[in-house]
């Protein structure tokens, strides 16, 4: 995901990713500084269910 997201930011992919979701929380600072919505999905909970 983070190769992806740079190559849309360097001009080589052009497309928009209007969300990022994830069960890692460590993209979410990288998604905020290239200004892509990030939500994070805990697989805990989803084990519960």
Known sequence: ???LLWRIRSGEFFMEVPI???NHQ???PICIELGV???FISTLK???I
């Open 1 to 3: 995901m983070l190769d």
């Open 46 to 48: 989803l084990k519960l």
């Open 20 to 22: 990022v979701v994830s």
């Open 26 to 28: 460590d993209l979410e």
């Open 37 to 39: 919505n990030y939500k």
